[in-house]
């Protein structure tokens, strides 16, 4: 059975890879989540340009005393926040208000703690290169020009001089989530398209089917995640059973060129759909009341014409006048 190909358009999601650089500088983007790793004996700082408006969190204490995931350093006016968890795998978001946007940073209690973010206003950055505009039918050209890599590369090197590719072989990346695991098998860099395919593996380590969303693959690559622009992927991943999927990246979640390398780390993540219960016994289902539904025209039903529907019409209006004639108290017999 062919696979289902799906398409996602980028989304805007940022994530910190462990394990981070100590001191990292980003450019500000309310469309992103940046995950930020904190310590019980490190202090985090996070920087902006300009005095910070508002800030919002749950579960975050400002004196050390009040019960609370983490600790919370902030001077009003000023233009910068200190964090440190109080609780060993701690997490919470806090949304701080700054230059009238919102932007949302995910607290996650670790062992490699950044200590400094320091975020620049876009504006005053330089402008990116933008990616290019790589329509459907290039990228699927593009999953097919990854599955024949090899025998491209010796019969028509010409296809693929713009790619580069790095197979993991023995050692692939896998990134582990219990019950099933992702494997990365290979990568192919597409420079011209700024695309970057994967070839991985899903193998399901347990004794019931897991149900995925297709379009959702994503991979976390130094401090950003980057969602699919394309997949080839069924969906499904039987039991004790292994699954080969494509998928690839286009361009950044701002609409730039990534220009990420193949030397980097890779972690592949998919959103996973709910298992369907199982039961030894029989479950009564309610059903939904039935709604009426219309009733469809006479020249829809025996396709007649308009002309033909009027005349039908007119006769049945007859029949039906002589009948209610007949029925009458006081009517008289008629020949039939």
């Given amino acids: 059975m062919k696979s289902p190909i799906s398409i996602l358009l980028l989304a805007t999601t940022v994530a910190l890879a462990a394990p981070p650089e100590a001191i990292q500088?980003?450019?500000?983007?309310?469309?992103?989540?940046?995950?930020?790793?904190?310590?019980?004996?490190?202090?985090?700082?996070?920087?902006?340009?300009?005095?910070?408006?508002?800030?919002?969190?749950?579960?975050?204490?400002?004196?050390?005393?009040?019960?609370?995931?983490?600790?919370?350093?902030?001077?009003?006016?000023?233009?910068?926040?200190?964090?440190?968890?109080?609780?060993?795998?701690a997490a919470t978001n806090l949304n701080i208000r700054w230059n009238k946007r919102?932007?949302?940073?995910?607290?996650?209690?670790?062992?490699?703690?950044?200590?400094?973010?320091?975020?620049?206003?876009r504006a005053a950055t330089e402008s990116v290169q933008p990616a290019p505009q790589v329509t459907p039918t290039r990228l699927l050209a593009l999953l097919d020009k990854a599955k024949a890599f090899p025998l491209l590369k010796k019969q028509q090197p010409e296809a693929v001089a713009d790619a580069d590719a790095r197979t993991f072989g023995d050692e692939p990346q896998i990134t582990d989530f219990n019950d099933y695991e992702i494997r990365v098998e290979e990568v192919f860099r597409f420079n011209t398209e700024d695309t970057l395919v994967f070839h991985v593996t899903l193998?399901?380590?347990?004794?019931?089917?897991?149900?995925?969303?297709?379009?959702?693959?994503?991979?976390?690559?130094?401090?950003?995640?980057?969602?699919?622009?394309?997949?080839?992927?069924?969906?499904?991943?039987?039991?004790?059973?292994?699954?080969?999927?494509?998928?690839?990246?286009?361009?950044?979640p701002n609409g730039g060129r990534n220009e990420i390398s193949l030397k980097n780390e890779f972690s592949v993540l998919v959103s996973r759909m709910p298992s369907a219960p199982t039961s030894a016994t029989t479950t009564q289902t309610t059903l939904p009341p039935l709604q009426p539904q219309p009733a469809p025209s006479p020249a829809h039903a025996t396709g007649m014409t308009p002309e033909q529907e009027a005349r039908a019409r007119e006769a049945l209006h007859r029949a039906i006048a002589d009948l209610e004639k007949t029925n009458a108290p006081n009517a008289k017999p008629t020949n039939p």
């Fill in 203 to 252: 193998r399901n380590k347990s004794e019931r089917e897991i149900r995925y969303l297709p379009e959702s693959f994503c991979v976390r690559v130094g401090n950003r995640l980057y969602h699919q622009s394309i997949s080839d992927a069924p969906g499904l991943l039987p039991p004790h059973a292994a699954s080969t999927v494509y998928f690839a990246i286009t361009g950044t």
């Fill in 25 to 89: 500088r980003m450019t500000l983007d309310e469309r992103v989540v940046v995950i930020v790793p904190v310590s019980t004996n490190r202090v985090t700082t996070i920087s902006f340009p300009e005095p910070i408006a508002a800030i919002d969190a749950v579960g975050v204490t400002a004196d050390g005393k009040t019960p609370g995931k983490f600790q919370l350093a902030h001077t009003k006016g000023s233009s910068f926040v200190s964090v440190r968890a109080l609780a060993r795998k």
């Fill in 102 to 121: 919102t932007y949302v940073f995910e607290l996650i209690e670790g062992d490699a703690p950044v200590l400094a973010l320091n975020l620049e206003d």
